[in-house]
């Protein structure tokens, strides 16, 4: 009986115990959601290959600064976009060229844009130049493999085509491509790999590719793309998302990163001043194309 007995309250302390466990566990869990800024444990961000080095650059900043993980899904500017559409899920959206941005605006899935930078549209070619290509021309030679990114997925060829079909110079350009490729960055490294001799891509995007340089051409002078990441309206958790949309359009935190990484970048706010003005009240104020923040 004794044995019993002890064998008893040893199952009953060792529930209380296990109870007291859960209960410090879910405790500790709904503290653990938010970091000591007040954003959330984790962010979703679906942003565009392009911008893939520079957004890791500032991802490890803010996440040792504020412990909130970014989680972040890199893709084609219209691949991520349809994605949101679709699923209905994320926080933020960060694509090539602000024309995605306005169309997700037209479709209620932004609720708040904060510029941050411009790119330019190049040609990126092995280090030395080893093909000599210094005009549109010389992409239309017979020796000359260009590849480009597919313009119905991807901000980079999107913006060219659109800048080179008033003057009918895509089709020859689209019919000298040997291959179309996901993202800018499948471009610069079928260069690094050999598969190609030339590339159309964003002169930020060379930073990442110290094998390659960059051709200017006069037809390409005016093709530039507005880079803005937007809030999504369907976010969970939007004061968060402002958060880290603040950070990343601060010229004394993102910004530095836009900069470093060879991006033109915007005028923003100094982020500790806003940290100490925010009221949490200008999520749903659309600013697209507004370079003061």
């Given at each position: ?120 549209a190049v040609v990126a070619v092995p280090r030395g130049n080893p093909k000599a290509i210094r005009t549109f021309n010389d992409l239309l030679r017979s020796d000359v493999r260009l590849v480009q990114a597919n313009p119905e997925l991807a901000a980079i060829s999107k913006v060219v085509k659109q800048s080179l079909q008033s003057s009918g110079k895509w089709e020859p350009l689209a019919r000298a491509t040997i ?115």
């Amino acid at each position: 009986m004794n044995r019993t007995l002890i064998a008893l309250a040893g199952s009953v302390l060792l529930l209380i115990g296990l109870l007291f466990a859960l209960a410090s566990g879910s405790r500790d869990s709904d503290t653990g959601r938010k970091s000591a800024s007040g954003t959330a444990n984790s962010l979703v961000l679906f942003c565009a290959a392009s911008n893939r080095a520079v957004m890791e650059s500032i991802r490890v900043d803010y996440e040792q600064e504020f412990g909130t993980t970014i989680q972040i899904q890199y893709g084609p500017s219209q691949t991520l976009l349809s994605s949101i559409e679709v699923s209905g899920t994320g926080d933020l959206y960060l694509p090539a060229d602000e024309s995605y941005i306005a169309i997700g605006i037209e479709k209620l899935l932004i609720a708040e844009v904060f510029p941050l930078a411009t790119m330019r549209a190049v040609v990126a070619v092995p280090r030395g130049n080893p093909k000599a290509i210094r005009t549109f021309n010389d992409l239309l030679r017979s020796d000359v493999r260009l590849v480009q990114a597919n313009p119905e997925l991807a901000a980079i060829s999107k913006v060219v085509k659109q800048s080179l079909q008033s003057s009918g110079k895509w089709e020859p350009l689209a019919r000298a491509t040997i291959a179309f490729r996901t993202n800018v960055n499948d471009v610069a490294n079928d260069l690094v790999i050999g598969a190609a001799d030339a590339g159309l891509v964003y002169d930020a995007v060379l930073s990442s590719y110290k094998d390659l340089e960059a051709v200017e051409l006069d037809e390409l002078s005016t093709v530039i793309s507005d880079v803005s990441l937007g809030i999504i309206s369907s976010s969970k958790q939007p004061q968060a998302a402002l958060h880290f949309a603040r950070y990343v359009a601060a010229r004394d935190r993102g910004l530095l990163h836009y900069e470093k990484y060879g991006f033109a970048v915007k005028q923003g706010d100094l982020f500790h001043e806003w940290q100490a003005t925010k009221d949490g009240s200008t999520v749903g104020d659309s600013r697209i194309g507004d370079n003061e923040q």
